[in-house]
């Protein structure tokens, strides 16, 4: 069984998991989790990192070069084993290096560095990829934490919204039914700055903004309890439950599935960063509780 490490502050503490690097509890300082717990009844995951795809391929398949690869939806990274580089009691980093196993999905030398620090009330999560190889490679990150709905301390689902630091009268995308991006955009449920969320906006699976404004919003319970969710520098994003569910997932990401129909080389899939010989590219994301 992999280990997991706990860091924390007076006000927040995190447990993290060295298989996928992925976050498995966020407990403030009353003991209540704020983290999906992965009842199996409805989805395992609580907190998984999207690299170096988020969503899916075209056919699970991309092309680089002129040869084609199989790479599964959301990529390989959070179904691996990371091991520990380093730690304190607020800090914490997770490391994956290339092999034999990633090689064979992804032919690019690469490491991915989770790096989890708590200060005060904020938890934050840092994605640092290296590009080793002699090539400028293509990649695509994204976040994807459960968290609890209804909120702790609330009564219910009833209520619970999403504001944006910005309003966000855009369009919006849905998935078709190979998980690709639907070419039609979708009239916004957003009003002006404000998503009250319910069940049925997740009957056709998820909410994707591919032109959003913000790089901020407050998930909000009735009562006042409130999550803060920070995501600079990450230009899309996506919100999903299962309808019934107790969770939100609320995804910050550098990237997004397919568009229907794409048959490009993932160098030139929407969304994408190049990342030259040598270089780094950080992707990051913060939760503050209260």
Same mark, same amino acid.
């Given at each position: 069984m992999a280990a997991v490490h @706990?860091?924390?502050?007076d006000r927040l503490t995190a447990e993290i998991c060295e298989t996928g690097a992925e976050l498995q509890r966020l407990t403030d300082a009353a003991g209540r989790d704020w983290l999906w717990d992965g009842d199996p009844a409805f989805w395992t995951g609580r907190a998984p990192i999207l690299f170096p795809i988020v969503g899916t391929l075209n056919r699970d398949r991309f092309r680089w070069r002129?040869?084609?690869h199989g790479l599964p939806r959301h990529g390989f990274a959070r179904r691996r084993d990371?091991?520990? /580089?380093e730690r304190d009691g607020d800090a914490l980093v997770l490391r994956l290096d290339p092999d034999e /196993? #990633? @090689?064979a999905v992804w032919p690019f030398d690469c490491s991915l560095e989770m790096i989890f620090t708590i200060r005060a009330a904020t938890l934050t999560? #840092?994605?640092r990829v290296t590009n080793s190889g002699a090539d400028p490679m293509p990649a695509s990150f994204g976040f994807h934490p459960a968290l609890r709905w209804p909120l702790p301390g609330e009564q219910g689902k009833a209520g619970h919204v999403i504001r944006f630091d910005r309003p966000e009268p855009a369009l919006v995308r849905r998935l078709d039914a190979d998980g690709l991006l639907d070419p039609e955009p979708r009239p916004t449920p957003i009003e002006g700055d404000t998503l009250r969320l319910d069940d049925g906006l997740f009957a056709e699976d998820a909410l994707i903004l591919d032109r959003l404004e913000s790089r901020r919003l /407050?998930?909000?319970g009735p009562a006042g309890t409130r999550a803060t969710i920070d995501f600079q520098g990450m230009p899309h994003l996506g919100l999903w439950t299962k309808p019934g569910a107790g969770y939100i997932c609320i995804e910050p990401?550098?990237?997004h599935s397919d568009?229907?129909?794409f048959h490009g080389e993932i160098g030139e899939k929407p969304g994408m960063v190049m990342i030259p010989p040598g270089g780094q590219r950080l992707f990051s994301m913060a939760i503050t509780i209260g």
């Open positions: @706990r860091i924390g502050s002129g040869e084609s990371f091991t520990l /580089a /196993a #990633t @090689r999560m #840092t994605a /407050a998930f909000e990401w550098q990237g568009p229907a129909g």
